[in-house]
């Protein structure tokens, strides 16, 4: 493949970056609300969140870690800047006649330390789990998809939860709970993976037959900063 076919832009690939940031984006919005399944708090954000790492191992299966890497920061920094605007929107004083401010104040009123917490959390399980897609794939030679994406989501939301939990939580929900709270939230964004595995395996094989790609990362450079190296 010569330079200039490999500098070609892939619409399929356009369509993931713009979807990755959305989730994230509306991850954001949707955090602001609490469920609760039983015994079991959480967040809204499980609805949508999980779909950025269904999206993180499609790419690096696919275009490999060179290309994830790039969309990973993009991802953080279209998240960044939609706190930063609504931040900035919060901070503004409502006209006299607006009455929605507490509601807007909720939504967009992030606190520095969670979204912190968050930013950090995303980049370190976001890495973890293409690094992980990646060094299986070619450890077993691009067979066992399933059993690399759930395993990288594993790691993934592993990470996450170990860095968000403390960093935004910490003494303002008891210690003792963390554990059980992190280990429901990475038990449930796999099982969420799991249960749309089949049609994430069917977008690998139609993505692969349409951009003809199958990317193995052989003698590359897994510095989550060389982000313009494709």
Request: hydrophobic share 45%; charged share 25%; net charge positive.
């Given at each position: 493949m010569n330079k200039t076919e490999n500098?070609?832009?892939?619409?399929?690939f356009m369509l993931f970056g713009t979807l990755f940031c959305v989730c994230l984006i509306t991850a954001n919005v949707l955090e602001t609300k609490q469920l609760s399944f039983g015994p079991v708090n959480l967040t809204a954000g499980i609805i949508v969140f999980p779909v950025s790492?269904?999206?993180n191992d499609v790419v690096c299966e696919v275009w490999g870690y060179q290309r994830t890497r790039m969309l990973i920061w993009m991802g953080f920094a279209m998240n960044f800047l939609f706190v930063v605007f609504g931040a900035i929107a919060d901070w503004i004083p409502g006209a006299s006649y607006w009455d929605g401010d507490e509601g807007f104040h909720v939504i967009f009123g992030l606190a520095?330390?969670?979204a912190l917490a968050s930013f950090i959390a995303f980049i370190a399980g976001s890495f973890i789990n293409a690094y992980v897609m990646s060094r299986m794939k070619l450890t077993s030679h691009g067979k066992n998809f399933s059993m690399r994406a759930i395993l990288s989501t594993i790691f993934g939301e592993t990470t996450d939860s170990i860095i968000f939990f403390p960093l935004a939580l910490g003494g303002v929900i008891p210690w003792e709970e963390m554990p059980s709270l992190m280990i429901s939230q990475v038990t449930l964004k796999t099982l969420y993976e799991i249960l749309v595995l089949p049609f994430t395996?069917?977008?690998?094989?139609?993505?692969?037959?349409?951009?003809?790609e199958d990317v193995y990362d052989r003698n590359i450079s897994y510095n989550i900063f060389n982000i313009l190296k494709l």
């Open positions: 500098q070609k832009v892939s619409v399929l790492y269904i999206i520095p330390r969670i395996i069917r977008v690998v094989a139609f993505t692969k037959k349409h951009d003809h």
